[in-house]
C-alpha cells in the first residue's frame, strides 16, 4: 500500500485521475474505501483511526485491522486501504475524544 503515497503525493484530494488509479489498482477495496472516505466513516480518534463499515465499526492502526477479513485470512481490507488513503490525502474525520472511552460508556437505548 505504499503506492498510495506516491499517487497522492503533491495532489490536491482525491480528484478523478487518482479515483481511477485506486479503483484499477485495487478493484472493489479500492471502490468501498473511497466510498467510506466520501461518506465521512474514516474517524481519526486521538487513540485510534476507526473506519465504520456496513455491519460494524473497525480499529485500524499500524497495517492492522480488526475486521474478520484481516483476523481470519490474513489479508490487507478495504478498512486498511481506507485510512492509509484518508490518513495520506487529510481526509480522515477528526474526533477529539478518546476511542477507549467510547467503548466503555454504556449503550444507549
Known amino acids: 500500500m505504499n503506492d498510495i503515497r506516491d499517487l ?12 481511477k488509479a485506486i479503483e484499477d489498482r485495487f478493484g472493489r477495496k479500492g471502490k468501498y474505501a473511497l466510498e467510506a ?3 465521512g466513516r474514516v474517524k481519526k480518534y486521538l487513540d485510534f483511526v476507526v473506519v465504520e ?3 460494524s465499526s473497525y480499529i485500524v492502526e499500524d497495517g492492522f485491522c480488526t475486521c474478520g477479513d ?3 485470512r490474513g489479508r ?6 481506507a485510512a492509509q488513503i484518508a490518513l495520506t490525502a487529510g481526509l480522515s474525520v477528526p474526533v477529539d475524544r478518546w476511542y477507549q472511552d467510547m467503548l466503555l460508556e ?3 437505548e
Open 8 to 19: 497522492l503525493k503533491g495532489r490536491n484530494g482525491l480528484d478523478a485521475e487518482v479515483r
Open 37 to 39: 472516505i466520501d461518506a
Open 53 to 55: 463499515g456496513k455491519t
Open 70 to 72: 484481516f483476523l481470519y
Open 76 to 81: 490487507a481490507c478495504w478498512h486498511l486501504l
Open 106 to 108: 454504556p449503550a444507549q
